[in-house]
């Protein structure tokens, strides 16, 4: 898919603020693609981010570090088990015809497990929707932080985010890589909706279908995948959160996660909530 009707010239995002002593902390719910009609994004997020002394992004993409070889080796089999072994023939002949649309030999991935041969999919899908990594919320405000000489602290690691991944039981990983390939077709549309319905999120109707698509996902496979996927790393991230705010440093955060993060319960400010402090959306 190269082209849409939809109109991506909105305000965007999700965002919460949370004030401890002398500490204020922004929560944006942010999302990885974009457009660049997304920019700027309403002036509450604007503002949250010029008024921030340190940026939290779930990983710095310019300085994050990938061991090429420790993923790859994460990604294969460890034993004499193939592709072929785990998946349907049925999904399998899919997944081939789909390779093979792109110049890619089914048989040059048949040692690596279902969740990087999915992440695979996912790249595909992106190159046909009209967002991209290169308007993604994130690398937006990262780009500004650099520029304006910020502080950058990740709340998590490329490494841990793999380990989550490969970390799902076998069946798990191919409920999800199925799952995918059966809806291949209509994945590049299924982003593209997500992007409006998260840049027109201050509406009402397209924030209630933007968190459809999100738990849709989620709850698409079984308890383990929302769990780890979205559940732990929430928790994970809010007792970070609650670190930084305890510490009471007089500064401000400005805090951003993909919006699955701050929506699905148990959220990041849901968790917050749990501990104790006085969430307040602004936008």
């Not at 939809?6 to 204020?24: A, I, P, R, S």
């Not at 991935?109 to 790249?123: K, R, T």
């Not at 780009?143 to 490969?166: G, H, M, N, P, W």
């Amino acid at each position: 898919m190269n082209e849409t009707t939809l109109d991506y010239d909105g305000d965007g995002g999700y965002l919460w603020k949370v004030v401890n002593g002398e500490t204020t902390m922004y929560l944006l719910g942010s999302i990885h693609l974009g457009h660049e009609k997304f920019f700027p994004l309403a002036t509450e997020i604007e503002e949250a981010f010029e008024n921030s002394d340190v940026i939290l992004p779930e990983i710095n993409m310019f300085e994050a570090e990938v061991d090429k070889e420790k993923i790859n080796k994460m990604a294969l089999f460890d034993d004499n088990t193939t592709l072929d072994d785990v998946l349907s023939e049925e999904f399998y002949a899919k997944l081939s015809d789909i390779f093979e649309a792109h110049g890619m030999p089914v048989e040059t991935f048949n040692h690596y497990q279902p969740w990087f041969v999915e992440g695979l999919l996912a790249d595909l899908v992106t190159k046909q929707s009209v967002l991209t990594p290169e308007y993604g919320v994130d690398l937006y405000f990262l780009k500004r932080a650099l520029e304006d000489d910020k502080e950058i602290v990740d709340l998590e690691t490329i490494e841990t985010q793999y380990e989550v991944l490969s970390g799902f039981s076998m069946d798990t990983q191919v409920q999800v890589l199925e799952s995918y390939i059966e809806t291949y077709e209509e994945q590049a549309d299924w982003l593209n909706q997500l992007g409006y319905n998260w840049v027109h999120g201050n509406n009402n109707s397209n924030r209630d279908a933007f968190v459809k698509q999100l738990s849709d996902r989620l709850e698409s496979v079984d308890k383990e995948y929302k769990e780890e996927f979205n559940d732990t790393r929430n928790i994970n991230m809010a007792n970070k959160l609650d670190e930084i705010l305890q510490n009471d440093s007089g500064q401000t955060y400005f805090v951003m996660v993909g919006s699955a993060h701050v929506v699905i319960d148990p959220s990041v400010p849901s968790e917050l909530e749990e501990k104790g402090y006085k969430i307040e959306r602004i936008y």
